[in-house]
T-cell receptor, first 114, second 108 residues
């Protein structure tokens, strides 16, 4: 099925460990985004990539890095995980910015840092 | 001041009633407005978008936009228990800024 695929779906890390969240879309979208969702906080933008080859910081970029590997793939890396990074992470994509149709979201990654 | 504000709820309505969800935003330059539905443990799903002042209807859903008042709302007619979810308002600009969502509970 067409859409946005995120891996893994669940992950438990120890404080200080690193990991990469993977995201791929097969809709030929130009823009891709990483959000985190915490209870009562809504969705907060971590990083985004307006087009292949570009990345920009969002509201809460500290502690994260991203790579736009190609048009399809946009990864999020936690270099040294902290308990404050326990959250649900969503990847999303759109045609160009938000023209017309908003975003399509992946199914999310539930990350727990202990 | 948060950029997009919503009442967290829960908003409880009986089955068959009209549910009214509200959202205010701070950026007067916002151009596009979206409503997402998110079931517990699932990802957000786009249900409505609106660009122009006035109303936009799609089945049981009506989005209303008032740019002068910086206000957008979502009406759900004939509410069903399956409508019970968190509804996220989002506005843009270039990238979407989300509100924290309103939890809707439709009582059978």
């Amino acid at each position: 099925n067409a859409g946005v695929t995120q891996t893994p779906k669940f992950q438990v890390l120890k404080t200080g460990q690193s990991m990469t969240l993977q995201c791929a879309q097969d809709m030929n979208h130009n823009s891709m985004y990483w959000y985190r969702q915490d209870p009562g906080m809504g969705l907060r933008l971590i990083y985004y990539s307006a087009s292949e080859g570009t990345t920009d910081k969002g509201e809460v970029p500290n502690g994260y890095n991203v790579s736009r590997l190609n048009k399809r793939e946009f990864s999020l890396r936690l270099e040294s995980a902290a308990p404050s990074q326990t959250s649900v992470y969503f990847c999303a994509s759109s045609v160009i910015g938000t023209l017309g149709y908003g975003y399509t979201f992946g199914s999310g990654t539930r990350l727990t840092v202990v | 001041q948060k950029e997009v504000e919503q009442n967290s709820g829960p908003l409880s309505v009986p089955e068959g009633a009209i549910a009214s969800l509200n959202c205010t935003y701070s950026d007067r330059g916002s151009q596009s407005f979206f409503w997402y539905r998110q079931y517990s443990g699932k990802s957000p799903e786009l249900i409505m978008f609106i660009y122009s002042n006035g109303d936009k209807e799609d089945g049981r859903f009506t989005a209303q936009l008032n740019k002068a008042s910086q206000y957008v709302s979502l009406l759900i007619r004939d509410s069903q228990p399956s409508d019970s979810a968190t509804y996220l308002c989002a506005v843009t600009g270039y990238k979407l800024i989300f509100g924290s969502g309103t939890r809707l509970l439709v009582r059978p």
